[in-house]
Each structure stands twice: as C-alpha cells, then as structure tokens.
C-alpha cells in the first residue's frame, strides 16, 4: 500500500521575507475570522476524502505561512475531525512549523497537548545581521530561548537554517552550524539562499552574496561537522539522528500519496491504475469561496500523463543519498522498468548514476551534480 500523507496550509506570517516565495501573506492582510477558515479546512478535507477511502494517514504536516500563529484549539479541532472522519496511524508524525518569537513555553505545552509531536522551527541563522537582512522578526537570543522551550515539550524537533547569505563567511557558517549541532536537535534543514521570481529578493537582490566556490566549502562544511555529530545527510537539505528522518518530506520524496488542504496547498493520489495530481486555488478568499461553495477549493485536478512520470519520480527519489528499492518504481508509477532503464542505463554510462541492480540511487558524482542525474529523465 502506497504511503498517505496530508498537508494543511496555513497561509499568514507576521510579514513578508524577502526570500519568500511560498504562498504567505503578511498578518496585515488577514481579515478572515480563524474559526471560519478553519471551518473551510475541514470542509476541504471532506471534499478529498472519497478519493483515498479506508485508507491510514501516516503523517499530517502543518506548514505556512506560519503556522503557529494558529490557536492550539484549533489544531486540536482539525485534529480531532481528522481522526472523526478517517484512520490517522496510532504512530503518525504530526509536525508543526513555528517561527521564534510567535510562541512561549505555554504555547508550546499547548500544541503538544493538541497532538503536534514534532516541531520544525524556522530559525534562518543564529546571526542578529544576517536575521536582519533576511527580514525575520527574530534574534539569536529569541531563537535559542524558543529552542530550549520547545525542548521541554518536545523530543522531536527539527532547525530550519540557510547558508549562502549575504556577507556571510566561513567563519560565520561555522558559528551557526556549531551552535546548531549543540542544541541537540533530532533533525536539521539547511538550505541554500536562492533569489526566486516574485519575491522581494528578485527586485532587489541582496549584495555580498558568497561565490560559487565559496558556497562548495560552506556545503562540505555542513556535512563534514554534522557527520561528526551523528547526523546523517540523507536528502539534499535534511541532516537527521538515527531513527529521526522527518517521515512527512521522506514520502514526498518516495513518490507517496498526500492529500493537500489549504490555499496553494497541492496533492498527489494514486486510484485506480492512475495517479492524479491536485491544486488548490492560491488566494485564500478565493480558495474559500471554492470550498464554500463546494468545490472544495480545488482550481485543478488531472491525472499525470504516462510520458511525464519518470521525470518527477526522478526528480524526488534522486534527492535521498540512499535512493530507494528498484521495486519501488513499479509499486509507486504503475509503469514496469523497462519504459525508463534505457534513460538509467545512459545515466549510468555518464557514471552520474549507479547500476540499477536493487537500488535506485546517483553515484557520489551525481549526487554532487543532481540537476544532471535529474535532467536525464526529461
């Protein structure tokens, strides 16, 4: 049975980053009663539950926006009308994004009350400068202080955290990373700085930013000091301790089923001998006037096309160090090898590859060169 996941998006943050292209919108322009849109939530998983009938949710992730700018009661609400109306697993990753400085100790014991037992918070860096220029409302002081009081609620938590920032140095990387490492989180996200269309950023680009060769040593830096640390680099920008992937991304990445509630939120399914992909309407009014309306905030819903699946399989099991059982190709494309071992074959001739024996998975050059190993497939 393919894996199940569900994503609900919550859409406000306190303001606007500049390198932020996720679908957020500043506190400001929020004018819609919490109970209402969380009303719509449920009504949006409603309209999808029909499609992965008796089927158990594995993990439920809550991203943003912020999301903890949410009331505990209404996590607990969404939860408890999850679990009313299908199977969530009795072990079931429930994470939590939040953001320093939207949260104190109370708050925290009040969302590990409502079912969140893991926690992934957007720190960015530990440099009040680097803080500064990236817009967040935090500083290295808030940061820490909202670590150390997660930790008295959580043992599952994950440190959101770029490189590549404008003036930042090697030394400044060692810093952050060192303090990070020291945490004792379970998991850490580290990802690249990139200018993005339509945000603030691709207006008006940041100066100082580090060169490419620069940007090599930070990355090899990362992974240098998290191995010391018992961290183990299995997916492009997750570090986790033994036993600590985060379960939600690792299904995204195996080509897993999610369903995605929210505006913007997107979904994946597979039914029948097809696999369907899902958008919702990116506006929050508007993807609530859908739901309202009983379109449950759907603007699309097709089924991939044969032609298109071995590039985004690709694309998703090639960013896990380990890659994944040849198997699982069939089980999660319904597609037998042979539609794709010739373009394998090429990319392992082009030693980007390996041979695809029993494993799925780039040699240590494709992993170094992914986007290569990736464009094979289109």
């Not at 429930?94 to 953001?99: G, Q």
Request: aromatic residues 10%; contains cysteine; charged residues 20%.
């Amino acid at each position: 049975m393919i894996p199940l996941s569900l994503y609900v998006h919550w859409p406000w943050c306190l303001k606007k980053c500049p390198y932020c292209d996720f679908n957020s919108y500043s506190k400001s322009q929020k004018d819609i009663p919490e109970e209402r849109y969380v009303d719509c939530l449920k009504k949006a998983f409603l309209h999808q539950l029909p499609w992965v009938k008796d089927r158990t949710i594995e993990t439920i992730f809550f991203g943003g926006g912020t999301p903890s700018l949410m009331k505990a009661s209404s996590i607990e609400s969404i939860l408890s009308f999850i679990s009313q109306n299908a199977q969530i697993s009795s072990t079931a990753e429930i994470t939590l994004e939040a953001n320093p400085g939207t949260l104190n100790s109370e708050s925290y014991r009040a969302f590990r009350q409502s079912g969140i037992n893991r926690l992934s918070i957007g720190v960015q860096s530990f440099d009040d400068r680097k803080l500064q220029c990236l817009g967040r409302i935090h500083s290295k002081e808030v940061a820490l202080t909202a670590i150390r009081e997660a930790q008295q609620e959580f043992d599952n938590i994950n440190i959101d955290l770029m490189f590549g920032l404008p003036t930042q140095g090697l030394e400044d990387l060692c810093s952050d990373l060192s303090l990070a490492v020291s945490m004792n989180s379970t998991h850490l996200s580290y990802y690249q700085l990139t200018i993005e269309p339509q945000t603030m950023f691709a207006k008006r680009p940041p100066l100082n930013l580090p060169s490419i060769d620069l940007i090599d040593q930070m990355q090899e830096k990362i992974e240098t000091e998290t191995s010391k640390q018992n961290f183990d680099h299995y997916e492009v920008s997750g570090y986790a301790k033994p036993g600590r992937y985060c379960r939600h991304n690792l299904n995204y990445w195996e080509f897993g089923d999610y369903l995605g509630v929210g505006p913007g939120a997107h979904g994946k399914i597979t039914y029948g001998n097809k696999i369907f992909r899902t958008v919702s309407f990116s506006h929050p009014k508007k993807w609530m006037n859908s739901v309202e309306s009983s379109g449950g905030g759907i603007k699309e819903k097709y089924s991939v096309i044969p032609e298109n699946l071995p590039f985004e399989f690709m694309l998703n099991i090639l960013r896990l160090r380990k890659g994944a059982s040849k198997e699982l190709w069939e089980e999660r494309t319904l597609l037998p090898w042979s539609v794709v071992e010739e373009k394998w074959n090429q990319g392992v001739k082009q030693k980007l590859l390996e041979p695809a024996e029993n494993r799925l998975q780039t040699t240590p050059l494709g992993w170094q060169f992914l986007n290569n190993a990736q464009e094979i497939f289109l």
